[in-house]
């Protein structure tokens, strides 16, 4: 009971510090109340508690109370929000939906800036808020400015988050180029709620490929046809022709394709870091795999294992009872030859990021990388820690379709598609945004020809232009007199007026827009912030056809027209803030 006398407090507190910070010093007419599904969410959740603090409702032993939250019906005849919050408690509080419903009727009808609410269906809430409390979210945008849209939910968590990481033995092909969109706006949204992201990319150095890679280099230099299991593409030539421009004795020397190795692989990987670089894309580590064994880590933490029962000896084999952890079999860490397999870099990397502080590190892999979910978490077992410190996200494959025709040849990689080709036709901008509107678990297919329109078919346009507009109905606007401010200071704002079909429906979708960033961030999906600007942009571009910010034909300025500047320069606020999070620009002009 201690803790529902507490929270009955809460809905007073909600409220005083909607009217604290809406009424002071304005000298306006203000309305205090909620102005974002957030903060109605909040007045909901504080309405259940008073109830139970009244003993109007208890719950049943055991039980806890649900977690409110308020969507936008498909029906807006249904109200502007609704809730399910009364079916969610029915069974923790042994009570009928709509009787629940019925006692929170009365407590959110007395919310400041609810107009109504009504019970449909086995116990919906369906509430309507009045204009003038729906219409304070345009002026709070404004003020928050880029701000708005972020929290501290993720405040101390120190995320690592591994994307691209391609192989450094050729040009970046399409698949990593969707990683460098989605890793890198990933990281954007995480930031956004707190999280402190360090955006890493492993540097692939020791192996099998880097051999063939430096192989192929060699045998190009010598005008020799590249091995059977070699590297082609014009991209070679050009490598190799630079290694022997800075190294003219390199084919002479004591061996020749340790210098083509070196030298080829670094060059390699400038290139791969200025093309990311160009892209938007910036990591703030690139880890060196080759330093995992040349530093003794990965022989060090193998002995480790060797020593206790995460590993057993079999065939002449050292392998990790990955099984034990959910993993469809148990794998080779040490080879019979002696050789360390491929995930014993796996351990000491995994090792090596927690040491550097790492609270979860995020893992994004290619189509052909499902294996590894069960296995890093293995790993993570398997070194006492908790598997849940690792996530790993599996993106599908990307094509490329022009006039309905696939796109597979490259200019310098010869049978891919790069990162370079794809900016080179449709532009920075339209890349990045076109690979990052998708769920990165589904395959998709790139229309070019869409792409490199300057039409509302094209989706980057669409929302790029959506801000543009506002940018120029701001200065038409100013040019007519209209302004956000008064000579005084005071703001040339009323809610109130904001009361049109067209206004409400933009005002919901705005608010919606923490949201979508919160779950875009909580379920590791920046396409959401993507699609949400569209519907701002669908929602922007239908009020302007109907609401006038400047006045029609010279005509004097009206309080509505100063209100509805407000209004627009939110929506320009919000389409730029959700533009930032996906590393895309927000035009003033197209």
């Known amino acids: 009971m201690d803790r529902a006398v507490n929270n009955s407090i809460d809905i007073s507190r909600f409220v005083t510090a909607v009217e604290l910070t809406r009424i002071g010093g304005r000298g306006s007419s203000r309305y205090t109340g909620p102005v974002t599904p957030e903060e109605l969410s909040a007045a909901v959740s504080a309405c259940l508690h008073e109830a139970v603090a009244a003993g109007d409702l208890t719950l049943v032993d055991g039980a806890e109370l649900p977690e409110a939250k308020v969507e936008r019906p498909k029906n807006r005849e249904h109200g502007d929000w609704a809730t399910t919050v009364a079916m969610q408690a029915s069974k923790r509080f042994g009570r009928k939906p709509r009787e629940i419903a019925e006692i929170l009727v009365e407590r959110l009808s007395n919310v400041p800036g609810v107009a109504a609410v009504d019970i449909a269906g086995p116990g919906f809430l369906n509430i309507k808020l009045e204009a003038a409390a729906a219409g304070e979210l345009a002026q709070s945008i404004v003020e928050q400015g880029v701000s708005y849209g972020t929290s501290d939910v993720l405040s101390g968590t120190a995320i690592n988050l591994e994307f691209v990481s391609a192989n450094p033995t050729g040009p970046i092909h399409l698949g990593g180029t969707r990683w460098a969109a989605v890793g890198d706006s990933l990281a954007r949204v995480l930031q956004s709620q707190g999280a402190q992201v360090t955006r890493e990319y492993y540097f692939n150095d020791h192996g099998a490929q880097i051999d063939r890679f430096a192989r192929s280099l060699l045998a190009r230099a010598r005008n020799e ?199 080179e036709v449709v532009g920075v901008d339209a890349a990045r945004y076109s690979l990052t509107r998708y769920s990165v678990d589904s395959n998709i297919d790139i229309d070019l020809d869409v792409l490199t329109k300057r039409s509302n078919e094209n989706p980057v346009f669409y929302v790029q232009y959506a801000h543009a507009r506002t940018c120029a109905v701001q200065r038409n606007a100013e040019a007519a007199g209209v302004r956000r401010v008064a000579e005084d200071g005071s703001d040339l704002f009323d809610a109130a007026l904001l009361d049109h079909a067209r206004e409400a429906d933009l005002l919901a979708a705005l608010g919606q827009y923490p949201s979508v960033v919160a779950q875009a961030a909580e379920l590791r999906e920046p396409h959401r912030v993507a699609r949400h600007l569209e519907l701002l942009a669908g929602t922007y571009h239908r009020w302007y056809d109907v609401c006038r910010v400047a006045p029609q034909g010279g005509g004097p300025v009206e309080p509505v027209h100063n209100s509805r500047l407000w209004l627009n320069d939110a929506v320009q606020q919000v389409l730029a803030n959700g533009l930032t999070l996906l590393g895309v620009g927000a035009p003033e002009r197209m």
């Open 225 to 423: 046809d590249a091995p059977e299991d070699g590297y082609g593409g014009q991209y070679i030539s050009d490598i190799a022709q630079r290694v022997l421009e800075q190294h003219p004795d390199a084919l002479e020397s004591e061996d020749p394709q340790e210098v083509f190795r070196a030298n080829g692989v670094e060059l390699m990987f400038q290139e791969i870091k200025s093309s990311l670089h160009e892209f938007g894309v910036d990591f703030d580590v690139f880890f060196h795999e080759n330093s995992l064994f040349e530093g003794g880590q990965v022989e060090q933490l193998v002995e480790q294992l060797k020593d206790s029962d995460a590993m057993y000896f079999k065939d002449g084999a050292w392998w990790l009872r990955s099984t034990d952890y959910g993993d469809d079999k148990d794998r080779v860490v040490i080879k019979s030859d002696g050789n360390a397999a491929y995930i014993a870099g796996d351990i000491a990397y995994f090792k090596d990021k927690r040491g550097r502080g790492a609270d979860l590190c995020i893992y994004m892999l290619g189509a052909d990388h499902h294996g590894y979910v069960a296995r890093l978490k293995a790993v993570a077992a398997a070194l006492g820690d908790s598997p849940e410190r690792v996530e790993v996200l599996i993106g599908q494959m990307v094509n490329l379709v022009r006039e309905g025709v696939a796109v597979r040849m490259s200019k310098r990689a010869g049978t891919v598609v790069t990162m370079e080709d794809l900016v």
